[in-house]
């Protein structure tokens, strides 16, 4: 099974700029979309519920902002958007579905460099966020959380560590939020895949030469229960369809199941 997630930047501008042709390219049987920026009515009509595909929409409330999705390709179940039936997500930050015994979520957590406010957001966010996966890792079966998580994580995942130590998505305390998730019971799957070495990027600045000289941060992540983590073969991040569609690269794992 090959599952992708994708931050495109805004659904309809991606169209615009290839997202077909590279979807058609990579095969995922699971897609996981961050920051679609619209709702499926505002969509090309083929788009608002593609053939062969299983929509779950999450858009924002607010119109050309933020929204996740997941797209299977079997049958699937939404279980609930956002932290649960009882938490209000008005940004479209989390999708949960299930696919036969897999459970997937695409989340897209807040960025907060645009703002101090909206640092507070994105740390409210982590408060609760990270509560909701501890009590995904004790479902028995298989389960992936993938997204734009807006951290990285060790120095590693970022070209420029030093200069970016007080930036928002690589603070201290962001990073130690991060280290613990991974401690409740989750695996890095592209880190497990790629080993110790720096990257692979998944977000580039439109600043100087980053996106040229792949001077980013990885910041899209794909984890795994221990279940999950079982089945787990390799990961892929397709550098080039997302310096041609998004600022992000989409990233895709592959698993036995």
């Known amino acids: ?18 997202f077909a042709e590279e979807l058609a390219s990579i095969r995922p ?8 920026r619209a709702m499926p009515e505002q969509l090309p009509k083929p788009w608002a519920e593609p053939e062969g595909w299983v929509v779950h929409w999450n858009p924002a409330q607010k119109k050309g902002y933020a929204g996740t999705a997941v797209w299977t390709r079997q049958r699937s179940q939404l279980l609930h958007t956002g932290l649960g039936p009882t938490d209000p997500d008005p940004e479209g930050r989390l999708t949960l579905v299930r696919v036969g015994k897999l459970h997937v979520a695409s989340a897209y957590l807040p960025s907060g460099s645009s703002s101090p406010e909206r640092q507070v957001e994105k740390e409210r966010w982590m408060r609760r966020f990270r509560p909701w996966a501890t009590r995904q890792l004790k479902r028995t079966g ?19 560590a030093q200069g970016n130590s007080q930036n928002s998505g690589f603070l201290p305390h962001e990073r130690q939020w991060f280290g613990r998730l991974l401690k409740s019971g989750w695996h890095d799957l592209v880190r497990q895949d790629v080993g110790d070495i720096d990257g692979p990027y998944s977000w580039w600045s439109n600043r100087g030469r980053a996106r040229e000289l792949d001077r980013g941060w990885r910041i899209d992540y794909m984890l795994a229960n221990s279940a999950a983590r079982l089945q787990f073969c390799h990961s892929r991040t397709h550098r080039q369809a997302g310096l041609a569609v998004s600022d992000h690269a989409p990233v895709t794992i592959e698993l036995n199941m």
């Open 1 to 18: 099974m090959r599952i992708t997630t994708w931050n495109v930047n805004g659904l309809r501008a991606a169209l615009r700029k290839g």
């Open 29 to 36: 049987d699971i897609l996981l979309l961050q920051e679609v």
């Open 142 to 160: 298989p389960s992936i959380l993938g997204g734009d998580l807006n951290i990285a994580h060790t120095e590693q995942d970022i070209f420029y």
